[in-house]
């Protein structure tokens, strides 16, 4: 499967964004999908994920303001980002993890700058 984010951008603090991440080769949907981050001198982080049977979790930092999505019928999974804060400065990642096969998939990811 491919993936290609976009979306990202400059906002300012209190803003909203809506990432997209776009699938092909595959149906997305049968994959456990993720959205990472990774701010500038710092480990990539969990952002947000959603399982094969739809459940999700997010990381502490952005739980109440963050929601991910998908599309089935667009093969596309979204992440809606509101209440924004210079803290979520970072690039951002798509991932598709296949259990089976124990395989990552990642975009090349998307850029958001949160200014105060």
């Known amino acids: 499967v491919q993936l290609v984010e976009s979306g990202g951008g400059l906002v300012q603090s209190g803003g909203s964004l809506r990432l997209s991440c776009a699938a092909s080769g595959s149906l997305l949907s049968i994959y456990n999908r993720a959205w990472y981050r990774q701010a500038p001198g710092k480990q990539r982080e969990l952002v947000a994920a959603?399982?094969?049977?739809?459940?999700?979790n997010y990381g502490d930092s952005v739980k109440g303001r963050f929601t991910i999505s998908g599309d089935n019928a667009k093969n596309t999974m979204y992440l809606q980002m509101n209440s924004l804060e210079p803290e979520d400065t970072a690039v951002y990642y798509c991932?598709?993890?296949?259990?089976?096969?124990?395989?990552?998939?990642w975009g090349k990811g998307t850029l958001v700058t949160v200014s105060s």
């Open positions: 991932n598709a993890y296949e259990v089976q096969g124990r395989t990552d998939y």
């Open positions: 959603i399982s094969s049977g739809g459940t999700t």
